[in-house]
């Protein structure tokens, strides 16, 4: 306490003054049979503020305590609810899989060709009418070959439409398909391991640029690439290229989404920074409603429920932070959007592997 709150608890308890005695300290001056009593107040005050100030301190390690569980109680629903997704697409996806399959199998019989069908059912039933029309024409009277040729006509016209219907339900199963690789590939990320390669992630940039290039000529998608040189991480090749694909193709459906003028320009950017890398995919497209942006990352949530599963920002997460690394998104409505991941780097190229990664294009 300072010097006027000693002397002010010395007169509050009965003393009659309080001298200043200097480095000495202080001198309280009272009637010989009051001594006692003023030294039980001030003890008893004393202690009074003592137990505030515990008191105090216990109320603060209890909302510390309070914090903490609250913390922890919502990172284990978090972690349920994921290992719920996770176990709900894992099986929903492998029976889906097993009942596609079969039926693309069967359809495959019809469509061909394949070794139980070399030309396809609907192809053979086309030429066996053809021949059939042959042998009745060279048959039949100038009056039949008039009123069956409409007939051969229709059942033509028939194998024709029923091959173009058979081939959309084929694709339509095709995609379905690859929904259900895309469930179980995020169902196995709950019991993945980060991977010990080394990954030069150029190399992957530039792989996954190239196997898009015709559908980015067709939206008229300008694609830059600007990489620290060496760039590589350690790591799992295949985790990687999921996280980079799953990224450019986001950002490639939100640039043929994009209407009207301007450009349609997808940049990636690679920077190294003391101790790990951050990487930036960037696009002009139509960007995201600041409402939507704290879901995007949520499984099974899309902004473009017509064409997308909902999950691949959530593989980018899961896989960045299998690699201890950071993401988060920035966006605009009419402006773009900008994902934004740091990780851990290795130590320098020229210390660890002695040479640049191989780079298969240049931007």
């Not at 940049?267 to 139509?286: A, I, Q």
């Not at 190229?349 to 931007?363: L, N, T, V």
Request: net charge negative.
């Amino acid at each position: 306490p300072t010097e006027d709150q000693v002397m002010e608890q010395a007169l509050d308890a009965g003393a009659e003054d309080v001298v200043d005695q200097g480095p000495d300290g202080f001198e309280v001056r009272t009637a010989p049979a009051d001594l006692h009593a003023v030294g039980a107040k001030l003890a008893a005050r004393a202690w009074q503020q003592g137990l505030r100030r515990r008191n105090h301190r216990l109320q603060e390690l209890v909302q510390e305590r309070t914090r903490a569980l609250r913390e922890a109680q919502d990172q284990l629903v978090h972690l349920t609810r994921e290992l719920t997704e996770q176990t709900m697409a894992g099986g929903f996806a492998h029976e889906m899989r097993n009942a596609l399959t079969g039926a693309k199998m069967l359809l495959g019989q019809a469509l061909g060709p394949g070794p139980d069908a070399p030309r396809g059912l609907c192809a053979d039933t086309g030429e066996q009418l053809s021949r059939l029309y042959v042998w009745v024409r060279e048959r039949a009277s100038e009056e039949e070959r008039r009123a069956l040729r409409p007939l051969f006509q229709k059942a033509q016209h028939n194998e024709e439409r029923l091959e173009v219907l058979l081939g959309d339900v084929d694709a339509a199963l095709a995609r379905a398909l690859n929904t259900t690789r895309v469930l179980l590939d995020y169902a196995r990320l709950g019991r993945e391991t980060a991977g010990g390669g080394t990954v030069c992630l150029r190399t992957l940039m530039d792989a996954i640029v190239a196997e898009s290039q015709g559908d980015f000529d067709t939206h008229g998608i300008q694609v830059r690439l600007d990489f620290a040189p060496d760039a590589r991480v350690s790591g799992s090749e295949e985790h990687f290229y999921s996280l980079l694909k799953n990224l450019v193709l986001n950002a490639r459906d939100a640039l043929a989404q994009k209407q009207g003028v301007g450009p349609r320009l997808l940049h990636v950017t690679l920077e190294r920074l003391p101790g790990e890398y951050e990487l930036r995919v960037e696009d002009t497209g139509p960007g995201i409603p600041q409402a939507l942006l704290p879901r995007v990352f949520e499984p099974f949530f899309s902004t473009k429920p017509e064409t997308g599963t909902g999950l691949g920002l959530g593989v980018v997460r899961k896989l960045t932070l299998l690699y201890r690394g950071t993401v988060e998104v920035r966006s605009a409505v009419g402006q773009g959007t900008c994902f934004r991941l740091r990780f851990p780097s290795p130590a320098p190229p020229a210390e660890a592997h002695g040479g640049a990664c191989e780079r298969s294009a240049s931007s």
